[in-house]
């Protein structure tokens, strides 16, 4: 399973940390494409790869998120380019799951919040940062049984 992960850059770097946990997390499921969202060395100048510059990263990234089986998106701390991926996701009908801070004083966009319709695009909100492995297995186990296979995931159930 190909694993699309979104997280703030350049919106401002206040849950990196969490981001890094969130894909330690996701690594049960399936490979991580853009593992680099929770990279410490990342600032809120954003650049990961700074040859080839913003065009590369943008169509880098619209590629793996083509390729990509499911996209999870940590959506508390607003950004125009998670914004912009999941609305990419959206027209290419993958699966999406989005994690929320619900006692983080923030509101989320009703672009984003709206957008849950059951079947494609979910929005789950958590309180305290443990509950987040348990929002992804319940997500991962009901959405995709097959992973029920990987002893990585039955394990954990
Ligand atoms: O350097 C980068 N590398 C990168 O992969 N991105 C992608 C992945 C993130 O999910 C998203 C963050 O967007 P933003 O920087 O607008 O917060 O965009 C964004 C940047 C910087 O904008």
């Given at each position: ?49 700074f040859i ?7 169509d ?12 999870v ?27 929320f ?57």
């Amino acid at each position: 399973m190909q694993i699309y992960f979104c997280g703030s850059i350049r919106g401002g770097r206040e849950d990196r940390a969490r981001y890094q946990r969130i894909i330690q997390l996701l690594r049960r499921y399936g490979t991580v494409l853009t593992e680099h969202v929770g990279a410490e060395h990342i600032s809120d100048q954003g650049g990961d790869a700074f040859i080839g510059g913003d065009k590369f990263i943008h169509d880098r990234d619209l590629k793996w998120l083509n390729q990509a089986d499911v996209v999870v998106a940590e959506v508390t701390q607003p950004s125009l380019g998670v914004g912009y991926e999941l609305g990419h996701a959206v027209a290419m009908k993958k699966m999406v799951l989005c994690l929320f801070c619900s006692t983080s004083g923030r509101v989320l966009s009703a672009m984003v919040r709206g957008a849950e319709n059951g079947e494609h695009f979910f929005v789950r909100d958590y309180q305290e940062e443990e509950e987040i492995e348990k929002v992804l297995q319940e997500y991962f186990t009901s959405r995709f049984p097959s992973l029920l296979h990987y002893p990585q995931v039955s394990a954990s159930v």
